[in-house]
């Protein structure tokens, strides 16, 4: 996509999410602007005792002393405490933001689920790292640009009220900022959207080598690798100086102008005094009120970066968010008791370049029935099941339950008709009994050890302290694989669904496991509806009806075994 | 926390001249900025003082033309420096740490979540750079300017001296005195990210029994929940920023008005100097301005400091010899009655484990799952130690040899082999980072995947997916086998090498186990043979100990 349409849509993203949190964004603004006049009130103040304090105090506006200072204190004070308000109103919308936008772009990932190849680091990033870089634009950004437009104002006509030129000398400057801060930001934004590919590829780089630090150690190549870490290191610092050196210069334009404003400020009110000043306190005010005009515009430039951040967090968001459309589909009545599962010339093809996973895949599973598919690795057998989960539509043919088109439902509709157990089954980081629960979280207590019995997971838990209670890690650390897999069997007698689909159930268990967790899988398979993709001769066994696959088509020697 | 910040410092020390010429210029570029201020309004107010342009304002305003110049160019000129320099010292503190859990968690993250330990070195790194451009600098930065004022006032007039450096002063203290408040609210916002980060990425990786379960909108909630701590564990640090910002202001604020109402009781006499104190306690103001977030940046950079050393710090799990012995010649192995727990209070998993494994044998050893025939793997490799008796590679005592002798002798098909998100070709040069292209073609054909290789379009080039996902199961448990096989080790542990392969490959590959580790000494580790793989020793792990079983 070309840049510029990518920061259109990502500046689409940005405007749609501060339309929606509209009312909690102008709150800042409010107390900013009411902090600003309270700033001006007390420089006048100021502006009025120093200039008595130099002999002036009787030209003007009279003498000045004591109160007025007590009152510029008094101002100060206010000041400050709109200051605060304003800071927690700003923190409170950019939080609001944020958590909406996160839930909505995490669910996505939910639904999209395998089907998105992009490493879980990545993806991960686009939840945590992309959202929180959108944090300045809604907390800092957009209460900034508004007060750097409304403050200079405010300070510059209170200016020209009393001294039109010096006034005018201020609405110049501010009007100057933008337009070098524009100037310099073109090349800058261009440059953030690199820095953060360039980071996001650190991250992704660096949980991948942490997930096979074990690999790296046993062949010795730790030392390689973080070398080659710091190389991308360096690489990243330099990519990101070059955003900086661009990105500073709006900074470096603010200052000059800030500098040239005082100069000529300090140079006007210095040709007056020749023949006597005619306005002092006017002369004492502008200048006094300088730091306090350029306030708002340091505090722009500052979350000018923060936007380009932002705006590079979200052109990578916007494809997520702005293009994904829900897959459409009906919603499932019920559970139906039981499930006639039939395969029509069924086709799929992942990746043109490596060929058809499926091609003209034709079978019917009757309730009570277990078809067990079988072939080398490859052929297909784990596509059928990936079809039957919904993480993957069929490019041709058709697929029915119960005589209904499958794909007049919504994936995840889909997936309550079903338990699986996949080749490598994922423990959360939580107890084994919560682990199990995940299949049907209103299962009761008795439920789940049921479960955790029929899959024989309690062979091994009973000899922990801390039984189903045991925690286990990312990964099921603690767990032996044949271990593992049989907490992933518990969750699907825990789910009670009519269709049993199972991978590989048995790959990591030995001979003695495997012949005990078949009694349970033949338990779990009684009355419904399984589909069985192995290599286990055993398993091929214990079961009637075996459909060998072979380059994603079925062998032509279906056998009815035992029947 | 200052023992971790000073840590930190210390694991910068070769970055010391780029760290310091960065502070150097951020002193004078505020500096450059009190002196612009000072004289514009000393200019105008000596002029309207005295009534004329002459002496003071006149100098004062002749001086102002340089400044102009000068302080954009300083303010540039720092933000570069000190940001370069950042940099080089965040570079050094990732791999720094990535070096360290090499060497502490050797055998992988286990209860350490990867993601949560992803959080720590990109947030956390990323949280030190608080340390020198957002606390070290202005801190800097700031004490200039109120040295600066300090005896300027002073030479002028002792008293307004103190009645404005004292709350400016007192501004410098802030940082500290706001640091150790703010270290337990930055603590709980880094804790919470860690937590989002994790909610985030498990349910990502078990995405397949996650959507199986139709739990995403539990894991959607389970995500939310994690962002609402974070959010409010961000509102707590926001609420000090705010009030550490206040109290700053205020100070500044009472340096000037100080000076005003020293003006004031003086009378005419003291205007002069009053001047001078009033304009340089405005322009103080700038650059304390960022004192107050100097203290809560020190906070947020002391707690990822102690997350980073947390991690770091795990004790390593083998020590490495003070002075390794010479790696031997030869390479038999011999293990001697071999005690070992995981963990004091758990169940050993050897009791007393013996066994001999000449040069070139071929040694299966059975077992059902459970019964510790990964964690013999560990041991050989020194990924742990046993707690009694000893491991002889080649006569000599693997305690005594570094790791790198051993795990250059020993090459190990682990279970859990993981393909990194590269190329086939750099995933197997691990293994032997020279080996020509024909090796690795040599050692795919041997794991029976060279086939499958040659026919994809890009060969060696096709990247493998993160953890091999490109891959069926099989494929990428035989791309993990051509890796250990093109290693140039002695001895080679392959623990369940068939899994995931089907009957029929399965039995192809073990039929040419012999061949392909030809001249080598190899520990099969299976839960059943086949019958096909020809071991000169077959061994059964029962209760801790290896029993001799029929061949």
Known sequence: MPPKAEAARARALLSAAAREGRGRLARPILLGAASIACGIAQVWLIARVLTALLGHGEAEWGEAGWPELAAAAGLALLATGLTVAQERAQAAAGAAARASLRDRAFAILLAAGPADERPVGERAALVVDRIEALDGYFSRWLPAAALAMIGPLMIALAVAVVDPLSGIIM??????????????????????????????????????????????????????????????????????????????????????????????????????????????????????????????????????????????????????????????????????????????????????????????????????????????????KSSVLRLLMGFRRADIGRISFNGRDATTLAPAELRKLSAYVGQKAHLFRATIRENIALARPAATATQIEAAARAARVTDFTDAMPEGLDTLVGEGGFGLSGGQAQRVAIARAFLRDAPLVLLDEPTAHLDPGTEADVLDSLRRLCAGRTAVIATHSAALRARFARVMELEDGRAVPVNRLAGE | MLHDLIRILGLWRTRWSWLAAGALVAMVAALAGVALLAFAGRGVSEGLRTGMLAGAAAGSLLLLRPLIFLRPAARYLERLVTHAATFRALADTRVWFFRRLAERLPGGLGLRRAGDL????????????????????????????????????????????????????????????????????????????????????????????ILAANAEPRASARLSAAAETLTAAQERLSRRSAWGGASGTVLAQAALLGALGYGLAGGPGVAGATVVGLFLALAAAESLSALPRAGIALAAAGAGARRLFEAADTPAPVAEPVTPAAPPAGHALRVEGVRFAWAPDREPVFTDLSFDLPEGGRLALLGPSGAGKSTLGSLLLKLAAPGEGRILL??????????????????????????????????????????????????????????????????????????????????????????????????????????????????????????????????????????????????????????????
């Open chain 2, 394 to 551: 080649g006569g000599a005592d693997i305690a005594t040899l570094s790791h790198d002798a051993v795990r250059a002798r020993i090459a190990c098909l682990t279970q859990d082999a993981r393909l990194f998100d590269d190329s086939i070709a750099a995933n197997l040069r691990l293994a032997a980072p020279d080996a020509p292209d024909e090796a690795l073609w040599q050692a795919l054909d041997r794991a029976g995947i060279g086939e499958t290789v040659r026919a994809l379009p890009e060969g060696l080039a096709t990247g493998c997916g993160e953890g091999g996902a490109r891959f069926s199961g099989g494929q990428g448990r035989r791309l993990a086998l051509a890796r250990v096989l093109l290693a140039p080790a002695k001895i080679v542990i392959l623990d369940e090498p068939a899994a995931g392969l089907d009957p029929s490959a399965e039995r192809a590959f073990l039929e040419t186990l012999e061949s392909a580790t030809e001249g080598r000494s190899v520990i099969l580790i299976t839960h059943r043979l086949l019958g096909v793989e020809r071991p000169t020793r077959i061994l059964r792990l029962i209760a801790g100990r290896a029993i001799p079983a029929m061949g």
């Open chain 2, 118 to 209: 992803l959080g720590r070195l990109v947030s956390d790194v990323e949280a030190l750079d608080g340390l020198y451009l957002r606390a070290l600098v202005p801190a800097v930065a700031a004490l200039a300017v109120v040295l600066a004022t300090t005896l300027l006032l002073g030479a002028i007039s002792p008293p307004l001296a103190a009645i404005v450096a004292v709350p400016l002063a007192c501004a410098l203290l802030l940082p500290p005195l706001l640091a150790p408040g703010a270290a337990r609210a930055a603590e709980a916002v880094a804790e919470a990210q860690g937590g989002v980060r994790a909610a985030a990425i498990d349910p990502l990786l078990g995405i397949e029994d």
């Open chain 1, 171 to 380: 609405l110049a400057a501010g009007a100057m900022v933008p337009v070098a801060m524009a100037l310099t930001g073109i090349g800058a934004a261009l440059a953030s959207r690199r820095q953060f590919d360039a980071l996001q590829a650190l991250s992704g780089r660096f949980l991948d080598r942490m997930r096979g630090l074990p690999q790296l150690v046993l062949f010795r190549r730790q030392e390689a690798e973080a070398e080659s870490l710091a190389l991308a290191a360096t690489d990243l610092r330099r990519r990101t100086m070059r955003v900086l050196r661009v990105a500073f210069l709006s900074g470096l334009s603010l200052e000059a102008i800030a500098a040239a404003v005082l100069g000529c400020l300090a140079w006007r009110h210095g040709n007056l005094l020749v023949g006597g000043h005619p306005a002092p306190v006017a002369a004492l005010f502008s200048i006094l009120l300088v730091p306090a005009f350029f306030a708002p515009l340091r505090a722009f430039s500052a979350a000018y970066h923060e936007r380009m951040s932002a705006n590079g967090a979200a052109a990578a968001l916007a494809p997520l968010l702005l293009d994904t459309v829900p897959e459409p589909g009906l919603l499932l009545e019920e559970v139906p008791p039981s499930l006639v599962v039939t395969f029509e010339g069924v086709g799929l093809t992942y990746d043109a370049a490596r060929g058809a996973a499926l091609s003209d895949l034709s079978f019917r599973v009757m309730p009570g029935e277990a078809l067990v598919l079988a072939g080398p690795s490859g052929s297909g």
